[in-house]
C-alpha cells in the first residue's frame, strides 16, 4: 500500500483517557506502540498555565478546546422515520481533541459504578422476580448484563485511581462500611490515594442537611487532587487550588487527574512509543478474510492520507466515535431496531438529569471558590440502593449539592424566578443572586431500549466526505419516572436546607434535544458482554467480528450508572490493555469462544 | 504522500509549526502532522494559545456602518442601562468588544456544522428552537438593518432615536417571538445573539474590550482570574471583599 509507514505491535486511535492508558500499559509490557491523534498536542506550561487558563470567555463560553462541529458533528432525531437533522452549533456533546481527549477538559467526577450497575438486568430478577424483568422488556428497555461483574472490576478500578491520583474517601473497606465515604459503593481493597477535598459554603450546607434527614453524604470522589502526589508511573502532581475554572477549561496547577499530569509525563518518554498528531483514521482496513484488520487509513491535516499496519488495532476514540470507525471499517454488523439483529449501534443511552436551583436570602455562597468535582453527594436513591419493589422503575440518581464554578457568563441566568434576564432588572437581580443561588443536581441512571441507537447518517457528511454518525433517541418511560422521583427527593433537600424560589429543570420532561440538554455523558452503541448476538465486544473489549480490533470508551457500557463515566472508562481500558499484552499478543485470536 | 513521518524535523520545529501555523486560521491547528517521539521539553507558550487582547485604537472593523452601531448601541443599553448597579453596556466597552469578536473565528462561524441540505422547519421541530445557518457576522450584518427598518415602517423614526420604553417594549416583543423582522431574520433569535454578546461583553475578562474597570465583575463580586482560593475555602459564608484581578494588568 502507498504511504505506508512501518507496522507497529499496536495502534492506538485517539489519544485521550482510554488510548493513553492503554498505551502506557501495552509499552510497559514492551510492545511497540503508535497512537495517531486527530487533535494537536497540548500540555500544562506550554497551552494552559494559570495566567491563560481562567478564561471564561474562551475556554467555556466559545469552546476553544473542544472538537468544533465543523470537523465532525452528529446528526440526531427523535425516532426511526424521522429524517434527521445535523447538530450545527454546540450542544451536549462536548468532545475532545488533542491529546489528552477531553480528559483534559472534563471536571473529574471520579465514581466507581456500583455493583447493581454491571448486572442489571440479573439483579433486577434476582431481587424483584423474572416477571418483572420481562415485563420491563416488555415495554422495550434492552437490559443485559457487562459479563464482567464489580468484583472482577475492582483491581482495575484501583489501577485507575492510583494513575490518577483520585481524592475521596473510603466508605467500604473490604466490606466494612465508614460513615462520612459512600457506605453503598462496592468493596474497596484500600483508600483513596489522597483525601477527599474541603467543603465549600453550600458543600457543609448540603451535607449537614441531608446527615439531617437521615442520609448518607459524602465529598465526590474527584480528579482535583486535595494534595501533592506522586502516581504509580513517577509523575507528580499539585494541590488543587479550587480556582474555579475546572470543566472546560485544562488545569494550570498539574492537579487535574488528565493524560497530560498523570500519564503522558511517563508515556512520552518510552522509545516504544510514538504519537501522530493532527492525524486522522478514516477507518480500519480488514485482511481479506475478514476475520481481522491490517490496519489503519489515516488523513494528516495537510490532507496526505497514510496506513499504518499492526497487529492490533484499538479503538478509543471517544464513545460516538468508536461506534463511527467500526461501522466506517464495515467490521460487525449494524444494529437494526425492527429486526434487532446486528448489534453495532445497538443500546444507546445517555444519563437522565434534574436540578433544582434555590435561593439563600442574605447567604454569602461565594461560589467562585470551586473545582470540577467539588461537592457533597447522596447515594441513598442510586442504582438499587433503595427498595423499588412498590415504585413502578428501576434504576435511581446521585443527588449532589455542587461547586463546580461561579463563572460569570455561565451563570448570569442564575437569578431568582420572575426576574427578567435584562435591563436593571437583571443587573440588580445578579448583583444579589450570584452569592445567593445554590444548586442541587440529580445524575440519573439510563437504561437502552430498542429503539434507541446509532447509524450512520444516509445524506450528512464531515469535511472528509465520511457519513456522519446519526442518533436516534428519546427519554424512556422508566427513566422519566425514576428522575420525577429522584427531583421530588430534591426538592425536599433544598427546601430542608432553606432554600426558596426554587426552580427545577427537569430533563426528561420534554422530548430529548442536544440542545436542551447538559450532560456530555453519551453511552453505549459498541457495548461489551458475554453473548455475540447482544453485544459487539466480548469482555476483554475484543470486537466478536474481528480478534485483533480492541475498543474501549463508554461506547462499551450496556447501560448507564447513576454516574459520570470516566472511571469505568479508566478501569476497563487497563483490563483490554492487560489481556491484550498478557494473553492475545502470544496467543491471537478470540479471548472468548463465542 | 510525504510520510507524517518528517526525520529532518526535531521535537521544537515539530512544536513550532504546530504552534505558528495554528495562530494564523480560524480553527485551533493547522500545520504539518507531527511525528512526536520523547518529551517535548520546550517551554514557549503554544501560539495558538497566547492569549489575544482586543483590538484597540478606537476604529471599528466589522461593525463599520454608522447607524449599524447607533442601532446596536440603543439595543444594547437598553439590554445593560447605566444604572446604580453600574456602567450601560456601551459605557463598559461592549461595542468594541463585539467589534473584536466579530472579527474573530467566532464571528466566521469557524466552529460551526453550515453543510447542507438546510432545512429550517424541520430541523427546528427536531432541535427544538431554530437552528443556526450564518456565521454571527453575518447575522448582525442581516439583523441590526432589520431592526432599523422596523423602527422606520413602524414610527417613522431611527430605531436610535425611538424612547428607552418603546426600545424595551420592542425588544420584550422580539424576546416574545411577536415581531418580525422579515423573512431573512429570526427576530426572537437575533434578540438571544444580542443578549447574549451584550452579557459576555459585560462579563468577560477585560482582556477582550468589554468589562471596562472590571465593572461586570464588581457588579456581581467575581474576583476574576486569581486561581488559588485554598486561603479562603474555609472562611464559609463569609464576605472576603477580594478585589477582582483581570488577565491583562489595569490600564
Ligand atoms: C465538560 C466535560 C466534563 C466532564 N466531566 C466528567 C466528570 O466529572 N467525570 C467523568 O467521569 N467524566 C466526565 N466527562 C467525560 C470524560 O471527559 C470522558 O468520559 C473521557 O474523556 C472519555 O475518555 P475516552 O478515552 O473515551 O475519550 P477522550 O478522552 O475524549 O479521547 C478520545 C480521543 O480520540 C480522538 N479522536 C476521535 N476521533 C479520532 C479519529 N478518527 N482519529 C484520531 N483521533 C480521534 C479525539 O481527538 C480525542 O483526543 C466530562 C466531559 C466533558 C466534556
Ligand atoms: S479546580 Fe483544581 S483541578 Fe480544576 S483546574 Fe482548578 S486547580 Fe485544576
Known sequence: MANERPKADVVIVGLGWAGSVMA???TRAGLNVVAIERGAWRDTSTDFPPAVDPDELRWHTRRELLQPMSVETTTFRNKTGQTAAPVRNWNAFQFGWNVGGAGTHWAGMSWRFLPWDFEVATQTAERYGEARLDSLMAEGLQLQDWGVTYEEMAPYYDRFERIAGTSGKAGNLNGE????????????????????????NWMRMYRETTEGMGYNPFTIPAGNISQSYVNPLGVTMGPCTYCGFCDFHGCGNFSKSSPQACILPALMRRPNFTVLTETEVLHAVKHEDGKTVKGVQFVTRDGEEGFQPADVVCITAYQMDNVRLMLLSGIGEQYDPTTMKGTIGRNYSYQTC???TGFFSGAKMNPFIGGGALGVQIDDYNGDNFDHADLDFIGGAGIMGYSTNGRPIANMNGIRPGNKRWGSEWKEAYARDYQEVANIFCQGTSMPTRDAYLSLDPTYKDRHGQPLLRLTFDWNRNDKSMIDFATEKAIEIMKEAGGEDLMVDNQAEAAWNPYKQHSSHTIGGLVMGSDPSTSALNPYLQSWDCHNVFSVGASAFPNNGGYNPTLTVGALAVRAARAIHETYINNPGPLVEA | MTSPKSPGMNRRQALFSIGTAAAATGL???????????FPHETAMSADHLPVPAHRGGSFRILTDETDRATLKAAFDRLIPADDQGPSASEAGCLEFLDDQLSRPYGEGAALYLDGPMNREREAAIMGAAQVFATPRDRYAAGLPALEAYAQ???????????????????????AGEIDLGDDVDGQAFFELMLQNAREGYLADPLYGGNRDMAGWKMIGFPGARYDFRPYIEKRGEELNLTPVSLIPND
Open chain 1, 24 to 26: 502506557e500499559e501495552l
Open chain 1, 177 to 200: 462500611r465508614i460513615k462520612g465515604g459512600n457506605v453503598f459503593e462496592g468493596p474497596r481493597e484500600r483508600d483513596y490515594p489522597t483525601p477527599e477535598l474541603k467543603d465549600t
Open chain 1, 354 to 356: 434534574s436540578s433544582v
Open chain 2, 28 to 38: 485551533a491547528t493547522t500545520g504539518r502532522a507531527a511525528e512526536l517521539h520523547g
Open chain 2, 153 to 175: 415602517a413602524t414610527d417613522g423614526a431611527a430605531f436610535a432615536a425611538l424612547s428607552p420604553d418603546r426600545i424595551d417594549e420592542i425588544l420584550t416583543g422580539l424576546e
